[in-house]
Structures are given as structure tokens and as C-alpha cells.
């Protein structure tokens, strides 16, 4: 059931390929047969093939070799391969890869990665919140003591209105800090 192909060390034409890899990168069988992957431009970086065969003919084989393979609508999906060197008559060497689609695994595993950073984000952003909350409460303690001093003239009293409506407004502020990172659904509406 896994992509496979057998193809020619030395040229990389493709001496077989099954179901599964015609069925993957969009060619017909025929299509392939007698051709390299370089001239269908199934690698996007064609030194990739290069560099896996010299490992191929060092090693006998590699096992998940992370690749790209270009796909015959031009889209790039990320493989595992899996190669084998078979050495038969006439000193003809002929690879055996498998590969293993691992597009959608990393499409998660990046999808979880952000995930983690917005998680982190939003404790950062509690810890920044409860922290500036403590400050707004000293603030606005000490002006709404201030604004009801009668002692105070009231032209002072007054202008401590704004203060108290911006530490408000800044108090709003981290309720909204504190709702995001708590993940509770906000309430939108224009301020």
C-alpha cells in the first residue's frame, strides 16, 4: 500500500512504480516508465535525489530520508523515503524507495506548535494582567478617595476625572486581557 518505485541508480529512470505512487504524485504508470524523476521535476531541489543516491551507493540504504516530492499539479508534499540498493546481473544497481506521505503530520505538528505559542501568549498575558490590575486598584483607590474629599477644591476634584476614566478604561482593559487568556468567549462592542 506505500508509495514504491525501482529505479535505475545511475540514470534514475524508473524501471516500475505501483498504484500508490502513480496515485500520489498524479502520473499515469506510463508517464513514468523509461524517465527520471528529474525530467518529471519531482524533486523541487533536483541536487536532493543527487545527494540521496551517493548516500544510497555508500550506505546500501537509508531509512525516512525527509524529502520533498513535487506533485504533477505542481504541489509540494513532504515524504519520508525509505531506500534500498539491489544489486543485480551485469553489475546493474537498481533502487528500491518507499516513501511515506508526512504532509499532513507536519501541516498538525505546526499547527500544534502555534497552538502552544497562543496558550503561552495568553498566561503571559493573565500574569502581565493581574500584575497591572493590583496597580490600577492602588490608583484607583487613591483617586476616588480624592475626588470625594470635600476638603479638596473642586477644580482639583475635577481634574481628576480623566485620571479616574482612564483607570477605568485601563481596567476594562485587563478584564478583557484576563477573559483571553482564560479562553471565555469576549463580548465585542465598539469603544
Known sequence: PAPMSVTMLETGKYIDVNDS???LL???????????????????????RIKMAEQVLARKSLRNYPCQLRMKNGEIRSALASVERLDIEHD???ILATFHDVTEALSLEAQLRQSQKMEAIGQLAAGVAHDFNNILTIIQGHV????????????VRESLQPVASAAERAALLTRQLLAFSRKQVMQMRPV
Do not use: C, F, H, N
Not at 502520473?27 to 536532493?48: A, C, D, N
Not at 478617595?145 to 477644591?153: F, G, T
Open 21 to 23: 505512487l502513480v496515485e
Open 26 to 48: 498524479g502520473y499515469s504508470r506510463q508517464e513514468m516508465l523509461g524517465r527520471t524523476s528529474i525530467e518529471l521535476k519531482i524533486w523541487p531541489e533536483p541536487e536532493e
Open 92 to 94: 546493474q544497481i537498481v
Open 144 to 155: 476616588g478617595l480624592m475626588v470625594d474629599d470635600q476638603a479638596l477644591p473642586s477644580e
